[in-house]
């Protein structure tokens, strides 16, 4: 089993659609969580970074971080075709230090 | 440069050759790390450098696998006797330090393809 569960997708949404993006992790000893966007061809973009449990916001995007059921979520609202991407989870147990991060989901926003 | 910058951007190797793969991070930037990413996984760590030397190698698969870093700035990582499972994304990052809140910049990445 890997610490990181993540499913590849691809997840297919009409603009404007809210979109979730989830993450389930086995180690506990995860404190940070990450959601890195990567284009075709480009190197991981980070997009959020949360510690511990709770919610973040930022613009369009909310990161959600539940320890107790060692799952994390990502929303975004009103997508845009230019989310199309492939949206990769990661965690580390000191800060950005050796992250482990999912496979990534593919995310296809029609216009 | 504004960036981590990584090349080549492509190498094309045979079997059994030797390659390095160069890494500039960004200026200023004293932790530096190297990730390797499959098709269709996620980037997988490799290496971590603080300054010259290598904090954290456990990631590197065997012995053909060793990366430097001498003065602290650029990073190379060699492969030795490639082999085609080698084939992959090989990414590179860096952040202003190690703690707790020091984002880590990702390159493009090297395509390396053993044939």
């Known amino acids: 089993q890997k610490e990181v569960e993540q499913d590849p997708g691809p997840l297919s949404v009409p603009e404007g659609a809210i979109v979730s993006l989830n993450c389930t992790y086995s180690?506990?000893?995860?404190?940070?969580f990450m959601w890195y966007r990567q284009y075709s061809r480009k190197g991981p973009e980070l997009l959020m970074y949360?510690?511990?449990?709770g919610n973040k916001e930022d613009g369009r995007f909310t990161a959600q971080v539940d320890k107790s059921s060692k799952y994390i979520s990502l929303f975004i609202r009103d997508s845009q075709p230019s989310d199309s991407a492939t949206y990769l989870c990661a965690m580390g147990k000191v800060g950005f230090q050796k992250l482990v991060f999912g496979t990534g989901t593919r995310l296809l926003v029609s216009p | 440069g504004a960036g981590v910058s990584q090349t080549p951007s492509n190498k094309v190797t045979e079997k059994g050759k030797y390659v390095e793969l160069r890494c500039d991070p960004i200026?200023?930037?004293?932790?530096l790390y190297w990730y390797r990413q499959s098709l269709g996984q996620g980037p997988e760590f490799l290496i971590y450098?603080?300054?010259?030397?290598?904090?954290?190698d456990s990631g590197l698969p065997n012995d053909r696998f060793f990366a430097v870093r001498p003065e602290g700035s650029v990073s190379t990582l060699k492969i030795q006797r490639t082999e085609r499972g080698d084939s992959a994304v090989y990414l590179c990052?860096?952040?202003?330090?190690?703690?707790?809140?020091?984002?880590?910049?990702f390159g493009q990445g090297t395509r390396l393809t053993v044939v």
């Open positions: 180690n506990s000893a995860f404190q940070y």
């Open positions: 450098f603080q300054g010259t030397g290598a904090a954290d």
């Open positions: 949360t510690y511990s449990s």
């Open positions: 990052a860096s952040s202003l330090g190690q703690g707790m809140n020091t984002e880590a910049f």
């Open positions: 200026s200023g930037h004293t932790a």
